[in-house]
């Protein structure tokens, strides 16, 4: 069974910075790609970013490109969301899932293609 931990939110003034982890344990493999989600009050859970298994590829939502960089380290098991420029619609639960495989079209962007999530960790910009 695969377990995903989601720690490094906090609270930050607007333009500030922050660093996610997700540390991920059991029987996972590392063919499989890495997204990041968030869903802020009341909203549902839109998709971030994804990684496929060798690094080489990524999707970022356009909402946050040129601000929040995805990377993962194999060795370690571990995927980070870098943020930067931080702003207050950024503010949200931000989860981290795994799939099964990369898509070549929009399927890596919904939710409902990965099989596996983290506990979330909040992520607060204040104005």
């Known amino acids: 069974q695969v377990q995903l931990v989601e720690s490094g939110g906090g609270s930050v003034q607007a333009g500030g910075s922050l660093r996610l982890s997700c540390a991920a344990s059991?029987?996972?493999?590392?063919?499989?790609?890495m997204g990041w989600f968030r869903q802020a009050p009341g909203k549902e859970r839109d998709f971030v970013v994804a990684i496929g298994w060798s690094g080489s590829l990524t999707r970022y939502a356009d909402s946050v490109k040129g601000r929040l960089t995805i990377a993962r380290d194999h060795v370690k098991n571990t995927v980070y969301l870098q943020m930067n420029s931080l702003k207050p619609e950024d503010t949200a639960v931000y989860y981290c899932?795994?799939?099964?495989?990369?898509?070549?079209?929009?399927?890596?962007?919904?939710?409902?293609?990965?099989?596996?999530w983290g506990q979330g960790t909040q992520v607060t910009v204040s104005s």
């Open positions: 899932a795994a799939a099964v495989r990369w898509y070549t079209d929009d399927r890596t962007m919904s939710r409902e293609n990965y099989a596996y």
């Open positions: 059991g029987r996972i493999f590392s063919s499989y790609t």
